[in-house]
């Protein structure tokens, strides 16, 4: 079966149920989630052994091949599953999850791609409610705040892009309201895209509620959602 196929989850779990038992008569703590998995340990010397005879185990009891080069002993700082890690005992996400979640929105939103504005925006939306709703639980407030202004920032990139030719830009400019000096300003620019994409005029044209209607979530007020379905209880401060 193909790493990553639809059945491989479900494969590694009737394979390593025996394994999940084995490590519950040892008295281990663990987690594992199909074949990724993670050991508990108080001490790096007691940590070798159980790495050592569960490779064992593994390979002898059950016939399985251990990825040696994905398998080591760390603290548990060091440690990352299923994209996230512990730090000063709060679960976060992990700094590759962190980069991988920018890295896929910069691919979603490139001019080049040749698909429609409205299939970006629609790709962009699903991709960002799935990633938020999964790793709410490892950012916190002020990570969601700076994610938001930077995937706004992003999408106006990607806009004044699209209106690649000034007469375009011009049009659409004074289509969004913005004063024709301002935008005669515009026009005559020498600031690269991501420079303009951050000016007083473009932010104001493709303002936060423009943006909202063209489908870009909140990832902010997404993370609210899902952190304190309730709402936040009275004097109960958003943890920043």
Known sequence: ?????????????????????????????????ADDFVILCRSPRAAHRVMESVTCYLERKLKLIVNRAKSRVCEIAEATFLGFTVVKNRIRWSAKSAKRFTERIGEITKRTRGVSPSTVMEELQQFVRGAVNYYALGMNYGEARELDGWLRRR??????????????RRRNLLRLGIDRAEVHKASRSR????????????????????????????????WVNIRYPDGPAKNQKVNP
């Open 1 to 33: 079966m193909p790493q990553g196929g639809p059945l491989s989850p479900l494969l590694a779990n009737l394979l390593l149920d025996d394994l999940d038992q084995e490590l519950e008569k040892r008295g281990h703590r663990f987690a594992r989630y």
């Open 155 to 168: 999408v106006r990139l990607y806009y004044w892009k699209q209106w690649k030719r000034p007469h375009t």
């Open 191 to 222: 600031k690269g895209p991501w420079r303009m994409s951050q000016t007083s005029f473009v932010r104001a044209a493709m303002n936060n509620q423009w943006l909202a209607d063209q489908g870009v979530l909140s990832i902010a007020n997404q």
